[in-house]
C-alpha cells in the first residue's frame, strides 16, 4: 500500500473543540483554520517565512499559513539580525522574509509580515490537506565553523513522528489519546524541542496548546491555572528545577515533558510528586527529530518511539570511536546519533552522553553530561557545569566544576560529587558563580560555556595552587606548604592587574602589615580581593570556597630607592 501524497493540517478532532489557549480564552480548531486560511492569501506568492512570532498562537497561525502558501518556514539557530541578513543573502531564489508579532523587532531589512488573527474569518468546515513531500520547515543549526546546517523536515515525516510521540504519551498517561489536554511550554516555539512539543503535538497529536511562554516560576505557576485539567507543562530541567526551587503553588499536571539534558532520578521524582503528574523525557537531535522517551523514576532506559530502531556500527567512525545510528518510521535513511550509547535492544537503550562530550583523564574515560548529572543532583546547587580546560604543559587536564550553590562551599560540592565519581573526574576547583549563560530551553552550548569559563579563571584576584608549584619544593618536605612570600605575590599580581588600584601606591608599593591566617596546601584556589583603605590598598587573601582566610594586610605607597 502506497503513502498517501497528501496528509491533513490537524490531525483526526473535533473542529469545535478548542485547538489553543489565549489568555485564558479557548480557539476552537475550525477557527485556527479559518484564520490560517485567510493569512495564507495575505502572503508573498513566493518565499521562506522566518517565524519570529513570541506569542505560540501567532507562531502556529503563521506556521499553518505558510504551510497552506506552500512556503518552507526557515528556523534559524537566532534571531539576531547578522544571522537573518545571512539568510536573505544565502543564494536561495525564494526570498526570506519575516513573520512578526513585534512590530519594532529588528529584521535585518527583510520584508516584515505582520502575523494578527483575522477575528472575521469564516471558521473552517474541513481540514485541509499538505503535501507530504513539502518540506515544510528547515531547521537551522550553527555547526563548529559558524555557518548555519540546515535539516529539511518533510509535513509527512513530521505526521509520522508527532504521531508516535502522541501515542507514546498517552499510553504513558494512562490515556487513549491526547484530546483535552492543553500543553504549557516555558521553552519557545522556534527551538526544535518547543515547536515538536507544543505546537506540533497540538496540530499533529490532537492536543491543544497554550499561546504563552512564561518563564518565571510564578508566572508559570498562574498560566498553568488559567488552562483546564488536563494539563501538560514542556519545559527542560533547568526551568523545572528553578519552578521547584522556588517553592510555588502549582495546579495539578498531568504530564510533564522535559528534554535537552538528561534529567536526575531525585528531580524527577520530586516534579512527580509536586505536581501529581508523569514526568517523561524525550532524547532526540535535530538530524533524526525525536527519538525516543522515557518515564524518568521508572529507571535509565530509553525507548524508541513508533517503527525508529537503534544500532551500533559495526566499524568505528572516522575519528576511531564509536558511531550509532536510528533508523525506521519517519527516519528514512541510516541516520548517526551524535551520543554514545549502550544498545539493549534495537527498541531500547542506555544514553552515556554526547561523542563530543567524552572526556579522558588520567587514563579514564567519561562524559561531561554524566559529570553535569551528577553535580546538579546535588542538594543545595541550584544550578552547575563541568568544563574541560587545555591540556597544561604536563599533558594533564582536570575538569573545572562552575555551581550555583549559596549555601555549599567549593569543599562540600566536591565531598558530594566523590560519592558517584571516579577520583580523576572530582574536580579540583569549583568556582561559585551567580548564575551561568543558559539559552531560553535552558541549554548550555560549548562554545558559549569555554567562554564563559576562560572569562571566569581569568578574572582578576582568581589563581590556583598547583601541586607543581614552584615554591613547593624544598618548604617542608612530606607536607608542603605554600610560603608566606608566595601568597603576597598573588597579592602584587592581583594589585598589577587593577590600575586604579595600582597607582594609588605610587611607583613602588610597599606591604605596611600582613597576617597570615591558615597554611595554603597544594591543589587550592585562592581569590584576593582588593579595596581603597585610606591612601592605601587592604588586602585579603581567600581560599575560592570561602571556607576561610589565608592572609590580610595593607599595601601603602612606598618611597622610590
Known amino acids: 500500500m502506497s503513502a498517501p501524497t497528501a496528509l491533513p493540517l490537524l490531525a483526526a478532532r473535533d473542529l469545535a473543540a478548542p485547538l489553543a489557549w489565549r489568555r485564558g480564552v479557548p480557539v476552537s480548531a475550525a477557527a485556527f483554520l479559518g484564520q490560517a486560511q485567510a493569512l495564507a492569501q495575505t502572503l508573498p506568492a513566493a518565499g521562506r517565512p522566518i517565524n519570529l512570532c513570541q506569542d505560540r ?51 535585518g531589512g527583510l520584508q516584515r509580515v505582520f502575523i494578527e488573527p483575522r477575528e472575521d474569518a469564516a471558521p473552517a468546515t474541513d481540514v485541509p490537506l499538505i503535501p507530504a513531500a513539502l518540506e515544510a520547515v528547515r ?40 484530546a483535552g489536554l492543553t500543553l504549557l511550554g516555558t521553552v519557545p516555539a ?17 492536543a491543544c496548546f497554550d499561546a504563552g511562554r512564561p518563564f518565571y516560576p510564578a508566572d508559570i505557576a498562574a498560566a498553568l491555572g488559567t488552562v483546564p485539567a488536563p494539563r501538560a507543562l514542556v519545559t527542560t530541567p ?5 519552578l521547584l526551587l522556588a517553592g510555588v503553588a502549582l495546579p495539578p499536571v498531568d504530564l510533564l515533558l522535559s528534554a535537552t539534558a538528561p534529567l536526575s532520578p531525585q528531580l524527577a521524582q520530586q516534579a512527580e510528586v509536586a ?31 513508533g517503527a525508529l530502531r537503534v544500532w551500533r556500527e559495526a566499524q568505528a567512525d572516522a575519528a576511531g570511536g564509536e558511531s550509532f545510528l536510528v533508523q525506521g518510521g519517519h527516519v528514512i ?15 531500547h537503550f542506555r544514553l552515556l552522553g554526547r561523542a563530543n562530550d567524552l572526556i579522558h583523564v588520567a587514563g579514564k574515560r567519561s562524559s561531561l553530561a554524566h559529570l553535569n548529572f551528577h553535580l546538579n543532583r546535588i542538594a543545595g546547587v541550584d544550578d552547575g557545569a563541568f568544563w574541560m580546560p587545555e591540556e597544561r604543559a604536563d599533558g594533564i587536564a582536570r575538569p573545572v566544576a562552575f555551581v550555583v550553590a549559596p549555601t555549599l562551599t567549593a569543599r562540600q560540592v566536591i565531598e558530594a560529587l566523590r560519592e558517584h565519581l571516579e577520583p580523576a573526574f572530582v574536580p579540583r576547583r569549583v568556582l561559585h558563580v551567580p548564575a551561568l549563560p543558559r539559552e531560553a530551553t535552558g541549554k548550555l552550548t560549548a562554545a558559549v560555556l569555554a567562554r564563559f569559563a576562560q572569562d571566569a579563571l581569568a578574572a582578576g584576584g582568581r589563581y590556583f595552587v598547583g601541586a607543581d608549584h614552584p615554591a613547593f619544593p624544598g618548604h617542608f618536605p612530606g607536607q608542603p606548604v605554600l610560603p608566606g612570600v608566595a601568597v603576597l605575590a598573588f597579592v602584587m599580581r592581583a594589585l598589577d592587574e587593577q590600575p ?62
Open 333 to 347: 535513511e541510516p541516520t548517526p546519533l551524535a551520543d554514545v550509547l549502550e544498545i539493549e535492544s534495537p527498541t
Open 139 to 178: 531547521l537551522l543549526t550553527s555547526g563548529s565553523t559558524g555557518a548555519p546546517q540546515p535539516h529539511g523536515k518533510r509535513w509527512g515525516a513530521l505526521v509520522l513522528n508527532i504521531g508516535a510521540e502522541a501515542e507514546r504519551l498517552a499510553a504513558l498517561c494512562g490515556r487513549p489519546t491526547l
Open 190 to 206: 522556534q527551538h526544535s524541542y518547543g515547536f515538536e512539543s507544543t505546537v506540533l503535538l497540538a496540530l499533529l497529536g490532537g
Open 57 to 107: 498562537y501567532r507562531f502556529g497561525l503563521g506556521l499553518a499559513a505558510a504551510l497552506l502558501r506552500g512556503h518552507t518556514s526557515l528556523m534559524p539557530p537566532n534571531a539576531l539580525p547578522e544571522t537573518l541578513r545571512a539568510l536573505q543573502a544565502d543564494g536561495d531564489p525564494a526570498p526570506a522574509y519575516a513573520m512578526v508579532d513585534d512590530a519594532a523587532l529588528d529584521v
Open 500 to 561: 586604579e588600584l595600582r597607582q594609588r601606591l605610587g611607583a613602588v608599593p610597599q606591604i605596611n602589615n600582613v597576617k597570615f591566617l591558615s597554611p595554603v596546601l597544594p591543589e587550592t584556589a585562592l581569590q584576593v580581593l582588593l579595596q581603597p583603605q585610606g591612601s592605601g590598598v587592604g588586602f585579603e587573601v581567600r581560599r575560592e570556597d570561602g571556607a576561610s582566610v589565608v592572609a590580610k594586610g595593607l599595601l601603602t605607597a612606598g618611597t622610590p630607592a
Open 275 to 305: 505536581t501529581g503528574g508523569t514526568l517523561v523525557e524525550i532524547y532526540g537531535c535535530t538530524e533524526a527529530g525525536q527519538v525516543a522517551t522515557r518515564r524518568t523514576t521508572a529507571g535509565e532506559t530509553w525507548h524508541t518511539l
Open 238 to 242: 533547568f526551568h523545572l528545577k528553578t
